[in-house]
């Protein structure tokens, strides 16, 4: 005899479109009866996209019919109209961080771009012009963010059992790297990456703050999905080099980011340049690429990092440029971004 588990583990073959994982595990189906051979599901979607809808809708039918037992389908698929959709996420089963104001992730398409050394002089760049600000590190694989923040004590425990994240330079710092031994290896499956985002979002000690910054890893896998599952975004801002070679991988971070209806608040160019001793300046990765891109995407230039020793100094010693130094070419480059930022976000 059908059953509703049944059906709910056929249509774990209906991917959401452009991802990997099934519209259950996504929280879409909100509605399943069974009765003599007749099945209906109603399931809502939070994106007005027709063609998410037909193409989920078409899959769905397609899976339950190929069913021995079933003779009638009846698939409803809701969307809000459009115009109404949540602007910070097109996912189900979201809630926001209590006392955060705004989430926004800092996401690139690819590796080695600097967007770790982005996120935490964009943190320490956004608590100097008055805001108060956490910095959560999603890259669970290779943390970084607590050498760069100068973050070594772990987390203590509140009365309530929660986290309560170390705070240096005034910005509340959460990582994985905080919670292992020395040069320990995270070996985990997709489930667990899920799991701890949504205990560093939902059982830490956050408090009161402006913004929470969120460092992802690369590319477009476990991570950024649970994120955007789990936490309604405000915005995500790219980080790319001006090369080819970045751009057209950053390319699909946008591209995901417009898939779940989360706000593309701008892009950074890091690395755009470098000024030799003499005066010279060489333009190693190419330069342009970024502002370039930009444009043809339709979305905000934030400003552009040239390469400076500086940076990769302070950020190897855990007190980041705009922290060291402030005033300095290399740390008025953030200070300008996070001006760029609020001003996107406003």
Partial sequence: MLTQDDIKNALKAVKYPGYSRDIVSFGLIKEISVANGAVSIMMQLTTANPDAARQIKGDSERVLQALPEVKLVHVEVRQPAAGTAAPTGALANQNRVPGVKRVVAIASGKGGVGKSTCSVNLACALQHLGARVGLLDCDIYGP???????????????????????????????????????????????????KTIQQFLFAVEWGEMDFLLVDLPPGTGDAQLSLCQTVPLDGGVIVTTPQEASLGVVRKGIAMFRKVNVPLLGLVENMSYFTAPNGERVEIFGHGGGQAEAA??????????????????????????????????????FVQIAGALRKSLA
Avoid: C
Avoid at 146 to 161: C, D, F, H, K, N
Avoid at 306 to 327: L, M, N, Y
């Fill in 144 to 194: 970084s963010i607590p050498l760069m923040m100068g973050v070594y004590e772990r987390p203590t425990i509140s009365a309530g059992e929660r986290l309560v994240p170390p705070v240096n330079h005034s910005v509340k710092v959460m990582s994985i790297g905080l919670l292992l031994e020395n040069d320990q290896p995270v070996i985990w499956r997709g489930p667990m990456i899920s």
């Fill in 296 to 333: 043809r995407q339709n979305i905000p230039f934030l400003g552009e990092v040239p390469i400076f020793t500086e940076i990769r100094e302070a950020g190897d010693r855990g007190v980041p440029i705009v922290v060291s130094a402030p005033k300095t070419p290399a740390g008025q480059a």
